[in-house]
């Protein structure tokens, strides 16, 4: 088969019978089933590791009045149900 390898890769016997059994109840080979789930996997994961590198480059590249003190912060949230509880910090 063109564009493809062979992997061998060790799983636990709760995986292999379930992979079986999904295979068997849906006509679907268990190297296409093996396949789906990887292909669906890495797209979830290269999306929230593309996430959270935008991320961490926006704050490295962010003015630093663009965010709250943390102090500030605790202190808003220890006002939370007083009497004189502080507006949000700004």
């Known amino acids: 088969m063109s564009g493809t390898l062979t992997l061998s890769v060790r799983i636990s016997d709760?995986?292999?019978d379930g992979l079986s059994?999904?295979?068997?109840?849906?006509g679907r080979t268990k190297s296409f089933l093996a396949n789906e789930a990887l292909r669906r996997y890495l797209k979830q994961e290269s999306?929230?590791?593309q996430a959270i590198q935008e991320t961490?480059?926006?704050v490295e590249t962010?003015?630093?009045d663009a965010f709250i003190a943390?102090?500030?912060v605790e202190?808003?949230?220890a006002s939370w149900g007083c009497e004189n509880e502080m507006e949000?910090?700004?």
């Not at 059994?21 to 849906?26: D, F």
């Open 70 to 72: 943390h102090e500030s």
């Open 75 to 77: 202190q808003w949230l």
């Open 21 to 26: 059994r999904l295979a068997e109840s849906t």
């Open 14 to 16: 709760d995986l292999k």
């Open 56 to 58: 961490v480059q926006n």
């Open 47 to 49: 999306w929230q590791i």
């Open 88 to 90: 949000p910090p700004r």
């Open 62 to 64: 962010a003015s630093e």
